[in-house]
Nanobody, 119 residues
Framework: QVQLVESGGGLVQAGGSLRLSCASS????????MAWYRQAPGKQRELVAT???????TYADSVKGRFTISRDNAKNMVYLQMNNLTPEDTALYYC?????????????WGQGTQVTVSS
């Protein structure tokens, strides 16, 4: 069984910063790509940032230059440093991790952590 737990969300004023964390645990053989998604009320879930097992990163245009995704392979962690936040960043943020288990590789989701940015 695999679990992903996000933390670090909260309420922040525009221009502020938050750092999200996502911890993977359980019967993990390997961890491949890791990503952060977000979903604002009334909108579809969107991809925010990804990082490969080799450390190559990609970002949505809306967060480039403000957000940084990183990972700690030894701890099975993925992080999202969010700077210069705007009210448009308000959403429920989810981590998504592709994990190798005994019977194959599958994407797993965390439960989400709320980020609210006030103007």
């Amino acid at each position: 069984q695999v679990q992903l737990v996000e933390s670090g969300g909260g309420l922040v004023q525009a221009g502020g910063s938050l750092r999200l964390s996502c911890a993977s645990s359980g019967s993990i053989f390997s961890i491949n790509a890791m990503a952060w998604y977000r979903q604002a009320p009334g909108k579809q879930r969107e991809l925010v940032a990804t990082i490969t097992s080799g450390g190559i990163t990609t970002y949505a245009d809306s967060v480039k230059g403000r957000f940084t995704i990183s990972r700690d392979n030894a701890k099975n962690m993925v992080y999202l440093q969010m700077n210069n936040l705007t009210p448009e960043d308000t959403a429920l943020y989810y981590c998504n991790v592709r994990i190798g288990v005994s019977f194959g590789h599958f994407p797993y989701w965390g439960q989400g952590t709320q980020v609210t940015v006030s103007s």
